[in-house]
Protein backbone atom coordinates (compact mmCIF):
# COMPACT_ATOMS: atom_id res chain seq x y z
CA UNK A 1 0.00 0.00 0.00
CA UNK A 2 1.80 3.12 -1.08
CA UNK A 3 1.77 6.84 0.55
CA UNK A 4 -1.25 7.73 -2.03
CA UNK A 5 -3.34 4.94 -1.42
CA UNK A 6 -2.94 5.51 2.22
CA UNK A 7 -3.97 9.39 1.93
CA UNK A 8 -6.67 8.64 -0.37
CA UNK A 9 -8.43 6.45 2.13
CA UNK A 10 -7.90 8.88 5.28
CA UNK A 11 -9.39 11.46 2.85
CA UNK A 12 -12.52 8.95 2.32
CA UNK A 13 -12.85 8.82 5.87
CA UNK A 14 -12.50 12.52 6.69
CA UNK A 15 -15.17 13.10 3.70
CA UNK A 16 -17.50 10.92 5.35
CA UNK A 17 -17.14 12.74 8.87
CA UNK A 18 -17.52 16.39 7.22
CA UNK A 19 -20.83 15.04 4.95
CA UNK A 20 -21.99 13.20 7.77
CA UNK A 21 -22.63 10.16 5.35
CA UNK A 22 -20.94 6.69 6.03
CA UNK A 23 -19.16 4.79 4.15
CA UNK A 24 -18.79 0.75 4.06
CA UNK A 25 -16.10 -0.65 5.78
CA UNK A 26 -12.62 -1.36 3.65
CA UNK A 27 -12.17 -4.56 4.81
CA UNK A 28 -15.50 -5.62 3.38
CA UNK A 29 -14.19 -5.34 -0.12
CA UNK A 30 -11.98 -3.00 -1.32
CA UNK A 31 -9.22 -3.90 1.10
CA UNK A 32 -10.09 -7.04 2.56
CA UNK A 33 -6.53 -8.06 3.65
CA UNK A 34 -6.16 -4.34 5.20
CA UNK A 35 -3.75 -4.84 8.04
CA UNK A 36 -3.07 -3.34 11.66
CA UNK A 37 0.30 -1.62 10.70
CA UNK A 38 -1.33 -0.27 7.16
CA UNK A 39 -4.43 0.45 9.52
CA UNK A 40 -2.16 3.06 12.00
CA UNK A 41 -0.59 4.42 8.56
CA UNK A 42 -3.89 5.60 7.37
CA UNK A 43 -4.50 6.85 11.03
CA UNK A 44 -1.38 9.05 10.57
CA UNK A 45 -2.56 10.24 7.56
CA UNK A 46 -5.67 10.94 8.79
CA UNK A 47 -4.45 12.80 11.55
CA UNK A 48 -2.10 15.03 9.38
CA UNK A 49 -5.21 16.19 7.09
CA UNK A 50 -6.88 17.14 10.38
CA UNK A 51 -3.92 19.28 11.29
CA UNK A 52 -3.59 20.85 8.32
CA UNK A 53 -7.26 21.21 8.19
CA UNK A 54 -6.41 23.49 11.55
CA UNK A 55 -7.54 20.55 14.00
CA UNK A 56 -5.15 20.59 17.27
CA UNK A 57 -4.38 17.21 18.81
CA UNK A 58 -5.38 17.18 22.45
CA UNK A 59 -4.26 13.67 23.99
CA UNK A 60 -4.70 9.87 22.41
CA UNK A 61 -7.00 7.94 23.32
CA UNK A 62 -8.11 3.68 24.21
CA UNK A 63 -10.61 1.82 22.91
CA UNK A 64 -12.11 -1.44 23.03
CA UNK A 65 -10.71 -1.77 26.35
CA UNK A 66 -13.72 -3.67 27.99
CA UNK A 67 -15.75 -7.39 27.48
CA UNK A 68 -19.13 -5.38 26.86
CA UNK A 69 -16.99 -3.00 24.48
CA UNK A 70 -15.60 -6.23 22.68
CA UNK A 71 -18.68 -8.29 22.65
CA UNK A 72 -20.64 -5.21 21.20
CA UNK A 73 -18.39 -4.45 18.28
CA UNK A 74 -16.59 -8.24 17.90
CA UNK A 75 -13.51 -7.06 18.27
CA UNK A 76 -11.06 -7.72 21.09
CA UNK A 77 -8.09 -6.50 20.86
CA UNK A 78 -7.37 -2.40 22.42
CA UNK A 79 -6.56 0.31 20.04
CA UNK A 80 -5.60 4.18 20.49
CA UNK A 81 -6.70 7.14 18.57
CA UNK A 82 -6.35 10.82 19.12
CA UNK A 83 -8.72 13.55 20.33
CA UNK A 84 -8.92 16.84 18.99
CA UNK A 85 -9.68 20.41 20.29
CA UNK A 86 -12.56 20.57 17.89
CA UNK A 87 -14.32 17.51 19.50
CA UNK A 88 -15.00 19.40 22.57
CA UNK A 89 -18.44 19.40 23.81
CA UNK A 90 -20.19 21.49 26.78
CA UNK A 91 -23.82 20.58 27.92
CA UNK A 92 -25.43 19.78 24.55
CA UNK A 93 -24.86 16.90 22.40
CA UNK A 94 -26.46 18.71 19.10
CA UNK A 95 -27.25 15.18 17.00
CA UNK A 96 -27.12 16.43 13.49
CA UNK A 97 -23.72 17.04 13.75
CA UNK A 98 -23.05 13.32 14.13
CA UNK A 99 -24.10 10.10 11.70
CA UNK A 100 -25.07 7.84 14.55
CA UNK A 101 -23.87 9.00 17.61
CA UNK A 102 -23.34 6.66 20.46
CA UNK A 103 -21.74 7.76 24.12
CA UNK A 104 -19.43 6.16 26.21
CA UNK A 105 -18.39 6.71 30.46
CA UNK A 106 -14.91 6.20 30.80
CA UNK A 107 -12.70 7.25 33.01
CA UNK A 108 -9.59 9.95 32.14
CA UNK A 109 -6.06 10.07 33.57
CA UNK A 110 -3.88 12.73 33.46
CA UNK A 111 -0.29 11.64 34.10
CA UNK A 112 2.68 13.92 35.86
CA UNK A 113 5.47 12.76 33.62
CA UNK A 114 6.13 11.39 30.64
CA UNK A 115 6.76 7.53 29.69
CA UNK A 116 7.98 5.83 27.39
CA UNK A 117 6.88 2.27 26.87
CA UNK A 118 7.90 -0.74 25.85
CA UNK A 119 7.95 -2.37 29.35
CA UNK A 120 6.12 -0.16 31.17
CA UNK A 121 4.32 -1.47 34.28
CA UNK A 122 0.60 -1.08 36.18
CA UNK A 123 2.74 0.78 38.87
CA UNK A 124 4.69 3.05 36.78
CA UNK A 125 1.17 4.81 36.05
CA UNK A 126 0.11 4.30 39.57
CA UNK A 127 2.60 5.98 40.88
CA UNK A 128 2.45 8.76 37.59
CA UNK A 129 -1.18 9.92 38.44
CA UNK A 130 -1.60 13.64 38.17
CA UNK A 131 -4.86 13.72 38.66
CA UNK A 132 -8.18 11.40 37.29
CA UNK A 133 -11.22 12.86 35.62
CA UNK A 134 -15.13 11.98 34.71
CA UNK A 135 -15.25 11.61 30.65
CA UNK A 136 -17.82 10.81 28.70
CA UNK A 137 -16.97 10.11 24.53
CA UNK A 138 -19.23 10.32 21.97
CA UNK A 139 -18.54 8.27 19.08
CA UNK A 140 -19.69 8.42 15.72
CA UNK A 141 -18.52 5.41 13.06
CA UNK A 142 -17.70 6.62 9.78
CA UNK A 143 -19.02 2.86 8.52
CA UNK A 144 -22.19 1.93 8.51
CA UNK A 145 -24.05 0.94 11.10
CA UNK A 146 -20.99 0.41 13.23
CA UNK A 147 -19.99 -2.52 11.03
CA UNK A 148 -15.80 -2.49 11.34
CA UNK A 149 -13.02 -5.11 11.49
CA UNK A 150 -10.16 -4.03 13.98
CA UNK A 151 -8.49 -2.60 11.14
CA UNK A 152 -10.87 -0.27 9.71
CA UNK A 153 -11.87 0.91 13.19
CA UNK A 154 -7.95 1.51 13.80
CA UNK A 155 -7.53 3.60 10.59
CA UNK A 156 -10.85 5.29 11.17
CA UNK A 157 -9.25 7.43 14.50
CA UNK A 158 -11.04 4.95 16.91
CA UNK A 159 -14.57 6.53 16.07
CA UNK A 160 -13.46 9.31 17.90
CA UNK A 161 -16.04 12.11 17.40
CA UNK A 162 -16.48 14.32 20.74
CA UNK A 163 -15.49 14.39 24.11
CA UNK A 164 -17.29 16.00 27.84
CA UNK A 165 -14.87 16.01 30.65
CA UNK A 166 -15.74 16.43 34.52
CA UNK A 167 -14.49 20.59 35.29
CA UNK A 168 -12.93 18.60 38.89
CA UNK A 169 -9.73 17.32 38.82
CA UNK A 170 -10.06 14.45 41.42
CA UNK A 171 -6.59 13.17 42.96
CA UNK A 172 -6.22 9.54 42.76
CA UNK A 173 -6.27 8.59 46.16
CA UNK A 174 -9.54 9.73 46.71
CA UNK A 175 -10.97 6.84 45.20
CA UNK A 176 -9.84 2.91 43.82
CA UNK A 177 -10.13 3.20 39.95
CA UNK A 178 -11.25 -0.51 39.55
CA UNK A 179 -13.77 -0.35 42.01
CA UNK A 180 -15.63 3.18 40.58
CA UNK A 181 -18.62 2.47 39.14
CA UNK A 182 -20.79 3.92 36.63
CA UNK A 183 -24.44 4.31 35.68
CA UNK A 184 -25.70 5.52 32.86
CA UNK A 185 -28.85 7.36 33.11
CA UNK A 186 -31.53 7.59 29.93
CA UNK A 187 -34.59 9.74 30.53
CA UNK A 188 -34.76 9.38 34.07
CA UNK A 189 -34.20 4.87 33.63
CA UNK A 190 -30.36 3.30 34.57
CA UNK A 191 -30.03 2.15 31.14
CA UNK A 192 -26.43 0.74 31.65
CA UNK A 193 -24.12 0.26 34.31
CA UNK A 194 -19.94 -1.13 34.60
CA UNK A 195 -16.91 -0.60 36.75
CA UNK A 196 -13.16 0.28 36.25
CA UNK A 197 -12.46 -3.26 36.68
CA UNK A 198 -14.06 -3.74 33.65
CA UNK A 199 -11.62 -1.69 31.68
CA UNK A 200 -8.48 -4.50 31.61
CA UNK A 201 -8.83 -5.45 35.10
CA UNK A 202 -7.91 -1.84 36.12
CA UNK A 203 -7.92 1.89 33.93
CA UNK A 204 -4.00 1.99 34.56
CA UNK A 205 -3.79 -1.08 32.60
CA UNK A 206 -5.28 1.03 29.39
CA UNK A 207 -2.03 3.84 29.59
CA UNK A 208 0.27 0.48 29.96
CA UNK A 209 -1.20 -0.69 27.13
CA UNK A 210 -1.24 2.86 25.47
CA UNK A 211 2.67 3.17 26.71
CA UNK A 212 3.34 -0.33 25.28
CA UNK A 213 2.02 0.43 22.15
CA UNK A 214 3.31 3.92 21.17
CA UNK A 215 6.90 2.70 22.58
CA UNK A 216 6.97 0.69 19.71
CA UNK A 217 6.28 3.66 17.43
CA UNK A 218 9.22 5.61 18.95
CA UNK A 219 6.34 7.67 20.79
CA UNK A 220 5.50 8.81 24.79
CA UNK A 221 2.62 8.93 26.51
CA UNK A 222 2.89 12.96 27.58
CA UNK A 223 2.28 14.40 30.98
CA UNK A 224 -0.77 16.81 31.25
CA UNK A 225 -2.84 15.18 28.14
CA UNK A 226 -6.71 13.75 29.12
CA UNK A 227 -6.59 10.56 28.08
CA UNK A 228 -9.79 8.38 28.15
CA UNK A 229 -8.57 4.81 28.88
CA UNK A 230 -12.12 3.06 27.15
CA UNK A 231 -15.82 2.71 27.53
CA UNK A 232 -16.80 0.92 30.79
CA UNK A 233 -19.69 -0.20 29.63
CA UNK A 234 -21.36 -1.09 26.08
CA UNK A 235 -21.62 2.03 23.73
CA UNK A 236 -25.35 3.25 24.29
CA UNK A 237 -27.54 5.28 20.95
CA UNK A 238 -27.92 8.69 21.48
CA UNK A 239 -31.76 10.47 20.35
CA UNK A 240 -32.52 14.28 19.84
CA UNK A 241 -34.40 14.77 23.53
CA UNK A 242 -32.28 12.54 25.38
CA UNK A 243 -31.57 13.96 28.79
CA UNK A 244 -28.33 11.97 30.14
CA UNK A 245 -26.78 11.79 33.04
CA UNK A 246 -23.39 9.57 33.47
CA UNK A 247 -23.41 8.67 38.16
CA UNK A 248 -19.91 7.72 39.11
CA UNK A 249 -19.57 6.29 42.28
CA UNK A 250 -16.41 9.07 43.52
CA UNK A 251 -15.81 10.85 40.09
CA UNK A 252 -18.00 13.89 39.10
CA UNK A 253 -21.31 13.62 37.79
CA UNK A 254 -21.94 14.03 33.80
CA UNK A 255 -24.76 15.43 32.24
CA UNK A 256 -26.11 16.59 28.69
CA UNK A 257 -28.92 17.17 27.12
CA UNK A 258 -29.19 15.77 23.44
CA UNK A 259 -30.71 18.10 20.75
C1 LIG B 1 -14.66 2.06 18.58
C2 LIG B 1 -14.25 3.04 19.63
C3 LIG B 1 -14.00 2.37 20.93
C4 LIG B 1 -13.96 2.67 23.40
O1 LIG B 1 -13.98 3.42 24.39
O2 LIG B 1 -14.03 1.46 23.50
C5 LIG B 1 -13.84 3.29 22.07
C6 LIG B 1 -16.15 1.88 18.51
O3 LIG B 1 -16.70 1.18 19.35
O4 LIG B 1 -16.77 2.44 17.59
O5 LIG B 1 -13.67 4.49 22.00
MG1 LIG C 1 -14.19 5.43 23.92
Redesign the pocket.
Known amino acids: MDNELIHDIASELVNAEENKVAIERFTKERYPDLTVEQAYHIQEALIQIKRIDGHKVIAP??????KA?WE??NVDTP?Y?YIFDSMKVEDVIVHSNYIHP?I?P?IGIVLAEDIKGPGVTREDVLNNIAYVFSAV?I?D?RYKD?D?KLSD?IADN???KGYIFSKQKIQSDQLDLAKEKVEIVKNGSVIATGSGKNVLNHPAESIVELANMLGEQGQIVKKDEPI?T??MTS?VLIEPGDVIEINYTTLPTIKVDVK
Do not use: Y
Not at 61 to 66: A, E
Open positions: KMGLTSKQMIGKEEEISFFVSSAMGGA
